[in-house]
């Protein structure tokens, strides 16, 4: 009797198993457009999205059915597994700590009132105006406000592709126009993990003497949900989130989002968005080493990450890929849920660059080579970096106006 449950317990354990699927991203030759459907059904697959403006769809296919079987399917050019990944991680606290000043330093930085900007006194800095009370570091840094009086964004359409967008923050309510949940059609793009809102809050937090200001606190904010709340998901939901923006006339996409691997597809929507016109500003990676993707495809304008001091964050990926740097350690913006909070890491640095890349639209850019050139024109070099590190340097939004 034991030897009977055994072996039915197998069957039906080798039935379960025959019937898993796996999930593929298949490229294609343009030609094979209208037929590649019947090809993949053909083969007993289902599929499950279809992309409008590359030549790459979504599948299920049989466990059974290797890479090899659909790689023979007429017009084939790719096949890659629709992988669910992690996208975002936070930068290791050990890389992100600032150091305690000496007591010699401290009792000069109150006889001069210089050096407040270390994180440990934001506690006691001495009162200051409100407008100025409400710029973060960072934001500060890149001068934001020597563009506002002229240009602050306003009409210009920014994408944020992450875990959505807090729509409901006091300080980004009013800037947001909508969005795209590409996890769940039919679902908001509501952020429920924090990522988002924050990058959100550095570039489009509204001036309003409350909170934080964003580096472009007039533009239209739009958020697109690729992420779920562990901050992963699957690169078909990242490359139909930057297919949405695109479609939907944005002028910037910011991804604060990185793989260290990249696909056809990926790579496909990303030549199709500087095609169209489109800006996508794409953090370089926290892992100290080389940039990932998408940030690595030469159609993105990819963005390192700088402390305080202007240098270099040890966390932040670094290559001939970057374009500029920007601040990216200890940066104060939208919390989901209401107030506000601290977060580090290149995703950090990254909206501020696709704020800038806003008011360079603003002034006049057009399209993802005039945003660039805008961006490396108005950026200044930081003393002891090398360019695989910063890139053109770190912006100054004054320059936009000049």
């Not at 304008?301 to 500029?324: L, M, N, Q, Y």
Request: include cysteine; hydrophobic fraction near 45%; aromatic fraction near 6%.
């Amino acid at each position: 009797m034991k030897k009977i449950s055994t072996l039915i317990a197998g069957v039906i354990l080798a039935a379960a198993v025959s019937a898993q699927a796996s999930q593929k991203i298949v490229s294609f030759e343009h030609a094979y457009k209208g037929a590649i459907d019947k090809s993949v059904e053909s083969l007993g697959g289902t599929v499950t999205r279809k992309f409008t403006l590359i030549d790459s769809l979504v599948a299920v296919f049989p466990d059974n059915i290797k890479d090899s079987s659909i790689y023979a399917l007429k017009g084939v050019t790719d096949v890659a597994e629709d992988s669910y990944t992690r996208w975002i991680e936070a930068a290791p606290a050990s890389m992100t700590s600032v150091p305690l000043p000496s007591v010699e330093s401290a009792l000069d930085m109150i006889r001069t009132g210089e050096g407040w900007e270390a994180p440990v006194f934001t506690a006691i800095r001495p009162a200051a105006d409100p407008a100025e009370k409400e710029i973060p570091w960072g934001v500060k840094r890149v001068n934001a406000a020597g563009a506002w009086s002229t240009n602050s964004g306003k009409g210009v359409k920014v994408a944020v592709v992450d875990t959505g967008v807090d729509f409901n923050h006091p300080d980004l309510a009013s800037n947001y126009k909508g969005g795209y949940n590409a996890i769940i059609s039919t679902a908001p793009p509501l952020d429920d993990h924090g990522h988002g809102s924050h990058v959100s809050g550095t570039i489009a937090a509204i001036r309003d003497l409350k909170g934080v200001v964003g580096v472009a606190p007039s533009v239209d904010l739009y958020g697109v949900k690729v992420l779920d709340k562990n901050g992963s998901g699957q690169y078909s939901w990242v490359v139909a989130g930057i297919e949405w923006a695109v479609m939907n006339g944005m002028n910037v996409i910011n991804m604060s989002l990185g793989g260290s691997s990249g696909t056809e597809a990926l790579r496909q929507i990303m030549i199709k968005s500087k095609e169209m016109g489109v800006a996508v500003v794409c953090a370089a990676g926290n892992s100290g080493g080389s940039v990932g993707y998408p940030a690595k495809y030469p159609e993105a304008i990819a963005v390192s990450a700088s402390d305080s001091a202007d240098k270099i964050a040890s966390f932040s990926s670094r290559g001939p890929e970057i374009a500029v740097i920007a601040p990216g350690v200890n940066v104060y913006s939208v919390r989901k849920g209401g107030g506000y909070t601290t977060m580090s890491g290149t995703s950090m640095a990254c909206p501020h660059v696709a704020g800038l890349a806003a008011l360079a639209v603003g002034a006049g850019a057009q399209g993802s080579d005039a945003v660039r050139a805008a961006l490396k024109a108005a950026a200044t070099p930081l003393p002891g970096l090398t360019p695989v590190q910063q890139g053109a340097g770190l912006v100054d939004a004054a320059k936009f106006a000049h």
